[in-house]
């Protein structure tokens, strides 16, 4: 229990100096004492000061809450506000990483114990420990600990690194095109992979929205798809309503004449392991799914395609779009510096 006005007394037994405090016990208060062993006042007023000091992080630590107690209630807060599953991979490792450790321990040697135990680029740890970050602002903002503990915490994220500038030409997605649509030579039905494959290059959808896409959302007589999810919640990584492409148009058709079931994809299952074997049979094996959509953007923006108009169909900012693709806008440096 926290010590109760500690101060020093002369002890009655001897002449040396006593701390006498006071504590709660079984309903009631009682009185303490501890002898300093000596009866110089300076003396017996310096061992006051560490005795307190000790006993408050003592007292800390035992009222100091596991640091996986916050990252379940700020689980919960995801869950309840239909968060992507990003996070919820953080908060995962982070569990297993700060696993015992409690709020006061947090410190950047711990952090560093973190990144050294999951071995991963710093890219990684940067969002893990940003998902930590939130974990300790929302426990903040919300009072489920005193806020001194939180402001005494400093998270230490990694530098960011620089972003990706992988995509392909426009010959080269070309290429990629074919390759993909060979994949369903000699087979009854277009494969999951062509499928995967054309939309992902051709609409500029990310992974995880192509796979869950439904047949209800392609709408033939608008010549749209709404990659938008029923009921979803809004998050960064908005989704949109893109056109289909004239060279996209026949690829789905076909795909809609031999669909079996709802789904784009037929199931929304992962794709990765028929990627991860379709692409290590091609030239670009160093391109992810990803990258099929910075390869639409970076290539319409070449085109002279206006940045506001590709914002819109990858559902990104203005800024988004300026930071990544600026550089590509069509004569916009020669421009500049032949405007002096």
Known sequence: MPARNPRLERSTRSDSWEIVWNERAGGR??????????????????????????????????????????????????EMNGKGATQFTCLMHLRKGFAGVRLCDLTIAAQHRYRQQRGVADATIRRELGALQAALGYARKHRLVPRTLIDEIDIELPRPSQPRQTYLTRSEADRFLELALADSAGKPRLTRLTRFAWLALLSAARKETIVNLTWDRVDWDAGTIDFREPGEQLTNK???????????????????????????????????????????????????????????????????????DVAAILGDSIQILMKHYAHHVPGAAQAAVDSI
């Open 29 to 78: 208060t009682v009185a303490r004492r501890l002898s300093t062993r000596t009866p110089l006042y300076a003396e017996a007023k310096a061992f006051l000061a560490g005795w307190i000091a000790e006993n408050d992080q003592v007292d800390v630590a035992a009222s100091s809450p596991l640091v996986v107690d916050i990252l379940d209630r700020y689980g919960e807060h995801l």
């Open 238 to 308: 908005r989704k949109t309503v893109v056109p289909i492409s004239k060279r996209l148009r026949p690829i789905l058709q076909r795909a809609w004449e031999e669909r079996t079931g709802d789904y784009v994809l037929d199931t929304p299952a992962s794709i990765r392991s028929s990627w991860e074997t379709f692409i290590a049979r091609t030239p670009f094996a160093h391109i992810t799914p990803h990258d099929l959509r910075r390869t639409f953007a970076t290539l319409a923006v070449q085109s002279g395609v206006p940045l506001v």
